[in-house]
């Protein structure tokens, strides 16, 4: 698997697995797990997901799915552009640290700004 290089030097697939659209249908939940992990086996370590996807639900299917080999993934999440005030930003992370079941998030974005002024 081809990699980009991080300024801190970390290494990351160029390649990765996005999550938009899942978590939003219980039954489907064992399907993508079960697709997570097959990426993560074939090296599509980086896993993008967020907390407006299926409203928090694709990073509890990204929880199951890296349960037990976190250090295997690169995990970017995403803030909510009316979440990412100087306020409501710690707030949003903490929860999506919770929905991941994660102490840190690889990369945390905001999803789009919106009309969310780039100072605050």
């Known amino acids: 698997m081809k990699?980009?290089?991080?300024?801190?030097?970390?290494?990351?697939?160029a390649l990765g697995q996005g999550t938009w659209r899942v978590g939003e249908k219980k039954?489907?939940?064992r399907d993508e797990?079960?697709?997570?992990r097959l990426?993560?086996?074939?090296?599509?370590?980086?896993?993008?997901?967020?907390?407006?996807?299926?409203?928090?639900?694709?990073?509890?299917v990204?929880?199951?799915?890296?349960?037990g080999q976190r250090e295997r993934a690169f995990i970017v999440t995403k803030v909510y552009p009316h979440h990412a005030s100087r306020s409501e930003l710690p707030k949003a992370c903490e929860r999506s640290l919770k929905r991941l079941r994660i102490d840190t998030i690889d990369l945390y974005l905001l999803h789009w700004r919106?009309?969310?002024p780039a100072l605050e």
């Open 62 to 67: 990204v929880a199951d799915a890296i349960e």
């Open 114 to 116: 919106e009309r969310t």
């Open 27 to 29: 039954n489907a939940r």
């Open 3 to 13: 990699t980009v290089s991080l300024s801190d030097g970390d290494r990351v697939p």
């Open 33 to 36: 797990v079960a697709a997570l």
């Open 39 to 60: 990426g993560i086996e074939l090296g599509m370590t980086l896993i993008d997901t967020a907390e407006m996807y299926g409203e928090g639900g694709a990073e509890e």
